[in-house]
């Protein structure tokens, strides 16, 4: 175990962020966790952005000759119990989520993660308050937390994104506070503060681009569990609003008629199914290559 | 040790403390109150006065949340708004009723996760820990609404083999869940395995490569003695506490698996309370369960501190 490994994949360098990022993608398309996950979310993405441009029918158009129609020529995945196009629906149905989700990770990992850095690198009477104050909401079950807000003020974007967003951040404090403290015993920590640099600077010149491994892996995590929140919450009846077509709702109206129409939860159970498990393999490439043990990380 | 013990439980204390806190204030926060929920479109005028000085609500929220939170700590939950009936009585069939699931769910999957996640740490990178893993990863991230109605259709709709959701109402006695509770334990069990097992892959692995096994193998002490003496004891230490994590949220996060098996616990008793407003109840399910999470917890903390004396000198205390 001290012979160093020569197959094991080192963290990434390079100067600009550009050529960061992407070297990061190439070591990830190596492992075959990375390739596969990572197509399979492009391929989600891809067909999120172009399906408007693709889908044979209007997905909210009714037909009522084609009531829980089996799958044929014309309509190729059949016939909801409106007689609405279920590949028209499959098609379009990630779009909301992934348009709630895509706004709601980003914004919980920038709040949580600069909150994280912040806390970890002050430390004290505020660290200790804060994170007892994280460990309280994190022992509410997220469903309750969740559906309290959305109950009260309506299930638009407007409501649903700030709030998975909000929800969504305070496990990220935890995570960036813990890589914080790895990094801010070190050296040029120090060094920093002597040359005279202030909190903000250390924060996100010297912490921030050594978190960002730790982040970036909890970032993927944190999609796949919100992209599950949100379709949990469309399923219950409390997420995206009739006739949008989404998957968790399509789920839930499809099941009623599973017996006699099986077609109307294959399709989009598949697509759901695909993404989510495309988002943790990727996570898990991304936890390889950047070397971040996430195997330990507890549920939201 | 001592003092460590006397720590944690303060430190969980302080916790459910703030969780009271945060519940009091939020329901505080939103608008509408008890009153305008019970009385809907009537909710004005003298109406709601009369209602507010009947539940007191018109008294400071301080004095109401000391109210309150006296009362929780004596099993008084107070009253639903609908009326009449004592929260504690309502909350108490639907607590029963998850405790069992997870009691189920844990019997059953527990043992599992540990076996496969042992193999496949001992069989690390092999076709093996591929296959275990894959699936794994598979069942860990697949919505439970979506494997749940997988197995509806088969085991119910096609096999015909276990009903596909429970009839029985809340306060029927435990045997009445049977047989329509197998579905839902089965899928949290592969839920909880995928997350258990991945976890003790890991710590396997990482105790297999420490140097003192690695010493051992070199000593030519058997395999199966180093697996079972040396590595074995260690490695599912951390184990403890993913368990408790998976406890936690068996007991109060399933709403899910509830609705879509129509069981009566708490997770059905939560969406119904918050869909009618019924903030009291609301605030006593979240509390409840909140505590029950901090107690699992700690629990699991002062087993580990125990069954590990690694962690009793001061500076490995996990802060």
Redesign the interface.
Known sequence: MTAPDASAPVPPRGNSRARRAWLVVRAMLREPAGWFGLSLVAAHLLLAIFAPLLVPYNATAMDAGAILGEPSMAHPLGTDHLGRDILTRTMLGGREALIVTGIGTPAALVWGGLLGIFTGLVGGRFDEVLMRIVDAFLSLPWILKLLVLVVTFGTTNAVLIPTLAFFFGIPVIRVARAATHEVVARDFIQAARARGHGRASIMMRELLPNVTGPLMVEGAMRWSWMLLAFSSLSFLGFGATPPTPDWGLMISDGRLYMTVALWGVLGPMVALASLIIGINLVADALAIVMRVDHSRRDEI | MTRMILRRLL?GA??VW??SV??FA?VEI???DACTAFLEREAKGQLLANCRADLGLERPAALRYLDWAWGALQGDLGVSADGQESIASLVGSRLRNSALLAACALAVGVPMAIVQGVVAGLRCDGPLDYGISSLA??S???????SA??LI?VFS?WLGWVPGIVVAPADYPVSAFFPGIILPVAVLTLLMVA?IL??V??SVIEVM???YV?MALLRGVPYRRIVWKHALPNALL?AIN?VA??V??LL??V??VE?VFNYPGL?RM??DA??D?DLPV?QA??LI??SA??GVNLLADLLSLVLNPRLRTHTARR?
């Open positions: 430190l302080v916790t703030l969780v945060i519940i939020g939103l608008p509408g990863i598979v860990m991230t697949i919505p439970e609404f979506v109605t997988v259709l709709v997350h991945r976890m892959r890991a490569a420490s140097d690695q951390p993913v994590l998976t936690a949220w109060g996060g709403v899910v609705v997770g939560t969406i918050i869909s407003r609301v399910i979240a369960v909140a999470y901090v802060a």
